[in-house]
């Protein structure tokens, strides 16, 4: 069963640090990999999306990382501000040969930056 | 700006009614999803559609159906609802099955 982990669950940060959060995926054949934020009570919002020869994308203070050999990724912060405050959600497409690509979603991690 | 938008952010509903849940979205996209979100399960797909009355089983439609009359708008109906059904409900739209998803702000519905 395809399955997409993320870690750490939760996370509290002061503003103005920097941050990591990791996602990793079993899916197979992969296809490609975004991030997502999702405000509270909100619906999630595309930060990235990475293919398989990507190994770096950047949208502002988020860069994500990809290595597909090990299917791993992780999204980057730098410099965090209060805004972004919201849970970050790792999302996998599998490859399928009919044209429908199923998509698993990891159950996102929760950041908090406090001032 | 492109949007999705459901009709309502919060909906409290009584065991065994029937609820329709709207979705509608401007940007002429053809694939609409339906998705629940529950804490500690991310989101799960119900129902998804590629194309005006077609629809496509996710990995949990059992107690839901969808509608698809026209383009801009996909449906999700509880025929009966059930106190199991609380959650989060999240719509979604892409222009193209491998693309990425533009997703409304959600309907949190309480069954009671």
């Known amino acids: 069963k395809n399955q997409v982990e993320q870690s750490p669950q939760s996370l509290i940060i002061l503003e103005g640090k920097n941050c990591t959060l990791q996602c990793n995926y079993t899916v197979s054949p992969f296809s490609n990999l975004r991030w997502y934020k999702q405000d509270t009570g909100r619906g999630p919002v595309s930060l990235t999306i990475m293919t398989f020869s990507e190994n770096t994308k950047s949208n502002g203070r988020y860069t994500a990382t990809l290595d597909a050999d090990t299917k791993q990724s992780s999204l980057h912060i730098t410099a965090s501000q209060l805004s972004d405050s919201a849970s970050y959600i790792c999302v996998v497409s599998e490859r399928d040969s009919g044209g429908y690509q199923k998509v698993t979603f990891g159950t996102g991690t929760k950041l908090q930056v406090i001032p | 700006d492109v949007k999705v938008t459901q009709s309502s952010r919060y909906l409290v509903k009584r065991t065994g009614e029937k609820v329709f849940l709207e979705c509608v979205q401007d940007?002429?996209?053809?694939?609409m999803f339906w998705y629940r979100q529950d804490p500690g399960l991310g989101l799960r797909l119900i129902y998804f559609?590629?194309?005006?009355?077609?629809?496509e089983k996710g990995d949990i439609p059992e107690g839901y159906s969808v509608s698809r009359e026209k383009k801009e708008r996909f449906s999700l109906i509880l025929e009966s609802a059930s106190t199991n059904q609380t959650s989060m409900y999240l719509c979604a739209s892409s222009r193209q099955l491998n693309y990425g998803y533009t997703f409304g702000s959600g309907t949190r519905l309480t069954v009671v």
């Open positions: 559609s590629y194309d005006v009355k077609m629809k």
């Open positions: 940007m002429d996209h053809e694939n």
